[in-house]
């Protein structure tokens, strides 16, 4: 946001940087289509199934297996006979992508629809990682629009007019799982109206054609009317302890406004923007689903645990990867042209398999921070309208947030000790709770308890610094995507969600480079097809699904509708595809709740084994319902029922459902703060 202090030449300078820029980059870059729907893709079909993980399996084995034959044949060595010309390409993939999360599944998704043959590979689940860990916005980046105006820095302005683009695009290609959400910025000084409103008039011009809507400002009367959880009047006293006392008293507002008028400041107004919203994991889960129809081989839980070099031709070049199936220890060999790291927060874990020095600390690629969200019950926000502490005391930004019927609060910023190996399931701890309920407290009329929290969780962000730069002080939230020598691997590390399809197709770009200067036989097309492609989901998506959903229940849910909660969830979580699993409840009697607090049912649970590589209870309660980041005592109390469901689908003996039971537990802890 804009600091009070900016001076006016300043600021006439900075609007003139921004108005001259954004008109320069709409006049070269502003090439999108009219739109006019999403057109039909090969999974548009709703009854075309998903490729099932033997069978995936078995393609990798195929494809190794004609490897081994014909070197075999050919005495270890290529020969130019018949054999060699029919199948010399056909023994590997062209790509090989390491990590399921937001880029890597954007990535199989590019690739495989411009026709290079793909395969995923993810060692937990996707969107285990960051990819399901975010604040769920789909921003264009206020923050860097401040760096962008102050420093007068193009660099940092472009970035911005990337995001609000690439925002406009995910909205489009995801409508089920994603919508405009308005954001408003509460004003106790009336300074603060001018500075926010300003900024934000900056951000629509920047977003010019990609705007959602226009940010206005709203008075106080009309602030209360749209949230009215919103403080009236916000205390104004250093003392926490003393200033929540204040606070929950029933006589604030009159104790603020005639006793101790110095203790409080009243409401100005608010300065309102919109921003995008969606489901993280579940756009994850959609992007590989997505990919898989396109035909990628796409395989979480399995793990890459060596890389292989040729040692006939490079010595140094990676060609291929050993991978183990973490459900049965088997391991496969896989040979691809080219090798993408998109392994997140892990990245120098994967690029030490190549070299053990880049674990180091002046080789490292990737320097992760953690960031703690909380979730409190939805009566601390409207449904449609989200509020931004654009300035915390220790200079962060804070969101509090509607999101799938509930409301989320964060994030804190917390840096990995020099050293300090990144978590794989991070924890929160009950001091970054603290935190943010304290920072969001002045701001509600409505004050947070601990008791109220209903999940927490906490993700690693990546800072990432290019490896072909000397300057190790070179980090920076946005990506950067490396061709490492003499390996060739790419390595694509850092930037955020609003981003992951530009970063794709920026990738698949240099996938391509770079198999050309090698002289592969590239039999794909140069062009990327994702600016306009919708995700699995999307192409039957309707603002009246939910109703048909509702209308669908026939005598399944009890002989009667689903209830409205159910039919909406159903309808935004999986979009052309919510009739099928409301079909799929009434054929097997699988309408009944989970959990009573939560509107997911048991068919979903079916659903998920059969049609979105789900293999494990985290799988489902945490990437493909959401459950544990929502109410994690509900995750708990259901996962039972969910390895019983599980466990007849996906056939597992008794050991295996005890030890999920367990396993799924322990895993719920992380969702509880420390």
């Known amino acids: 946001m804009f600091h009070r202090t900016v001076s006016r030449s300043l600021a006439v300078a900075a609007s003139s940087v921004v108005g001259i820029s954004a008109a320069t980059y709409y006049g070269r870059n502003n090439k999108e289509g009219s739109g006019g729907g999403l057109p039909q893709e090969p999974w548009s079909n709703v009854d075309k199934p998903l ?17 081994s034959t014909r070197n075999k044949k050919n005495g270890g060595a290529a020969e130019n006979n018949d054999y060699d010309k029919d199948d010399k390409d056909d023994d590997k993939f062209d790509l090989l992508v390491i990590g399921g999360g937001a880029t890597g599944s954007g990535v199989a998704l590019d690739a495989q629809t411009r026709g290079l043959k793909t395969i995923l590979v993810e060692r937990d689940d996707f969107a285990s990682g960051t990819s399901s860990k975010s604040t769920k916005l789909v921003h264009g980046g206020v923050r860097y629009l401040e760096k962008a105006v102050f420093n007068l820095d193009y660099g940092q302005l472009k970035l911005v007019f990337e995001a609000l683009k690439e925002r406009k695009v995910l909205l489009q290609n995801a409508p089920h799982l994603s919508h405009v959400l308005m954001i408003a910025t509460p004003c106790y000084e009336w300074y603060e109206v001018p500075y926010y409103w300003a900024g934000m008039k900056a951000y629509d011009l920047v977003a010019g054609t990609s705007a959602l809507t226009f940010s206005s400002f709203a008075t106080s009367s009309r602030t209360i009317m749209e949230f009215p959880t919103v403080a009236k009047r916000k205390v104004l006293i250093d003392d926490e ?84 199936d973490e459900e049965t220890g088997k391991t496969h060999a896989v040979r691809a042209k080219v090798i993408v ?20 600390k002046e080789k490292k690629m990737v320097s992760p921070s953690l960031g703690t969200h909380v979730v409190l019950p939805k009566y601390y926000v409207p449904e449609k309208f989200g509020m931004i502490i654009p300035k915390t005391k220790d200079g962060r930004v804070v969101f509090l947030l509607p999101w799938l019927d509930h409301a989320v609060a964060g994030t804190t910023d917390i840096a990995l000790k020099p050293g ?40 690693a962000r990546p800072l990432a610094k290019d490896p072909t730069k000397t300057n190790s002080s070179d980090l920076s939230r946005d990506h950067v995507i490396a061709k490492e020598t003499p390996s060739d691997v790419i390595v694509v590390a850092g930037g955020k969600w609003t981003t992951y399809r530009l970063m794709a197709e920026e990738t698949v770009d240099l996938v391509l480079k770079t198999m050309r200067e090698s002289g592969e036989n590239v039999n794909a097309i140069a062009s990327c097809r994702t600016s306009n492609m919708g995700v699995i989901g999307a192409h039957g998506h309707k603002d009246s699904l939910s109703a048909s959903v509702a209308q669908s229940g026939g005598d399944g849910f009890g002989g009667s509708n689903p209830d409205p909660d159910v039919s909406r969830h159903l309808a935004t979580s999986y979009g052309d595809r919510a009739m099928a699993v409301a079909s799929l409840a009434s054929f097997a009697g699988l309408e009944k709740r989970l959990h009573p607090n939560v509107p997911v049912i048991e068919a979903e649970v079916v659903y998920a084994a059969r049609a979105e590589f789900c293999r494990s209870a985290s799988d489902f309660l945490a990437r493909r319902s959401r459950m544990a980041f929502l109410d994690v005592q509900a995750s708990e109390m259901a996962t039972n029922r969910v390895v019983e469901l599980l466990a007849k689908e996906l056939k597992w003996g008794w050991r295996r459902r005890r030890a999920e039971t367990k396993k799924t537990k322990e895993f719920l802890k992380s969702f509880r703060a420390s």
């Open 51 to 67: 490729p099932t993980r033997a069978e995936m399996f078995r393609e990798i084995e195929r494809r190794i297996g004609l490897h």
């Open 341 to 360: 790291n998109c392994a997140g927060p892990f990245a120098d874990d994967v690029r030490a398999l190549d070299d053990p020095s880049k674990a180091t």
């Open 420 to 459: 300090e190996k990144t978590p794989k399931e991070p924890l929160a701890t009950q001091d970054e709770v603290d935190y943010i309920l304290e920072t969001i407290a002045p701001y509600l009329a409505l004050q947070p308890h601990r008791q109220e929290v209903l999940s927490v969780w906490s993700g």
């Open 241 to 324: 302890e003393e200033a929540r006392k204040i606070r929950e008293r029933d006589d604030v507002d009159e104790i603020l406004s005639t006793e101790e008028p110095t203790m409080g400041k009243s409401l100005k107004g608010s300065v309102l923007y919109s921003d995008g919203q969606f489901d993280d994991a579940r756009l994850n889960v959609a992007l590989a689903v997505t990919a898989a129809h396109a035909g990628a081989v796409v395989l979480n839980h399995c793990s890459v645990v060596d890389l292989l070099k040729d040692d006939d031709v490079n010595r140094e070049k990676v060609t291929g990867a050993i991978l183990k």
